[in-house]
């Protein structure tokens, strides 16, 4: 079953920066390819069957292996006491039924993107209606929480209605009224406000009407959660940071989401999307601002693909999901290079005669996360988003923590 690796772009990076990485977690470890290795070959060492360790990993006949590539591998063993935690994940109303159906059995709580409202505090419903996957939580115990983000009637991102929701108390409560009532007739259990470039005149109101909001919700039972840049220091310049105090918002809401992703992104320079020594740096910070048992740390699902050279205001990164991102690698012959650093893997791989570099994450960059969560004592974790399946993310993630369902 499945072809044997060989050496194509080898010369481009050197066999032996690739070590095969045999660390135990529970009942799954990591394998990573090497040269000559075949799904056939692994399977046989680890004593697991072929089949399994393509399922698992997303790996689509004809089996093709790229070197370097992770692979999460069944291991026999005792499983030891887990720690609970709690999972959140991000989705469009439009996600595909399959990819919906087997991650929700691993999510406390799914955040269904995006609710948006006007000047006056009308409540401005996603353009896909979220009755289904609203259905589809409740019916495998995950929790629906309606997310709040400031988009307008065009749908797009406006910051003025950040200022205006805060400074205008009528309109924030008719807000809040209209979102308590849609809560109940839809059946969500809880929010999540996700409100992005505040102005640094709005810090404290942003942070007194979350804490309105959670007065409210209170309530009647709803939670609620605020999503927060990722900041290093209290007094971080830059408009995606000035306007979120960690401290005040921490205070305000029921709990917080770090959103330690996007250093690499779609307008920047290629490198790795939630490099773990960045990622670190919030944490570290935020644990002094914000109870820990409060924090989310935010992960993404998802990497990019970059065309080369990077051109500064005109090159634009495409979005991948990480499975696809293997088979691009696999594909075209690609070496995975793992950077250890940012603990994140990356490849080059050229087409119709132009290069590329990306981005993704992987089991390994996962149980580097996973383990900044156990290190730093962190409630759980949100993810952004889960439009794609990671089958071998979710198998790892029930490996390390047990699920708050």
């Known amino acids: 079953m499945g072809n044997d690796v060989r050496g194509a772009g080898a010369g481009r990076h050197p066999v032996n920066e690739i070590a095969a990485v045999g660390k135990d977690c529970e009942f799954m470890q990591i394998y990573v390819v090497r040269e000559g290795d075949s799904l056939d070959s692994i399977a046989a060492a680890f004593a697991v069957s072929a089949e399994e ?208 992703y996007e250093w690499g992104y779609t307008y920047g320079p290629p490198m790795a999307v939630a490099p773990i020594h960045k990622v670190r740096e919030v944490v570290e910070y935020a644990v002094t601002e914000i109870p820990t048992e409060k924090i989310d740390l935010g992960i993404p699902n998802y990497g990019y693909d970059w065309t080369l050279p990077f051109v500064q205001g005109t090159s634009r990164a495409r979005t991948v999901g990480n499975a696809e991102a293997v088979q691009l690698a696999v594909e075209n012959n690609a070496v995975i290079q793992f950077d250890e650093i940012a603990m994140s893997p990356f490849f080059r791989y050229e087409k119709d005669g132009v290069q590329h570099e990306v981005w993704f994450e992987d089991v390994r960059s996962m149980r580097e996360k996973f383990g900044l969560i156990t290190e730093y004592g962190l409630r759980g974790m949100g993810y952004w988003q889960v439009m794609k399946l990671f089958r071998a993310n979710w198998l790892l993630l029930t490996d390390t923590f047990t699920v708050v369902k």
Request: glycine share 8%; hydrophobic share 40%.
């Open 53 to 260: 360790i393509a399922y698992d990993n997303q790996i689509p006949e004809p089996y093709r292996l790229a070197l370097g590539q992770a692979l999460l591998i069944p291991a026999e063993g005792e499983g030891q006491q887990k720690r609970a935690v709690r999972v959140n994940g991000y989705a469009y109303p439009y996600i595909r039924d399959d990819v919906l159906s087997e991650t929700l059995p691993y999510l406390t709580n799914i955040s269904v993107f995006s609710y948006g409202f006007t000047t006056g505090g009308d409540l401005i419903p996603p353009r896909v209606d979220d009755s289904r996957i609203i259905s589809a939580a409740w019916s495998q115990g995950t929790e629906p929480l309606l997310v709040l983000t400031p988009l307008d009637e065009t749908g797009m991102f406006n910051n003025y209605l950040i200022s205006e929701i805060t400074h205008n108390m009528e309109a924030q409560q008719h807000l809040i009224d209209q979102m308590l009532l849609t809560m109940e007739n839809k059946g969500y259990a809880g929010i999540d406000m996700d409100f992005e470039y505040i102005l640094p005149q709005d810090r404290v109101p942003y942070a007194d009407f979350v804490a309105n909001v959670r007065n409210q919700a209170a309530q009647k039972g709803y939670p609620v959660s605020v999503a927060l840049a990722p900041k290093t220091s209290a007094d971080q310049k830059g408009l995606l940071y000035e306007g979120k105090d960690y401290r005040l918002l921490g205070a305000a809401a029921d709990s917080v989401l770090l959103m330690t």
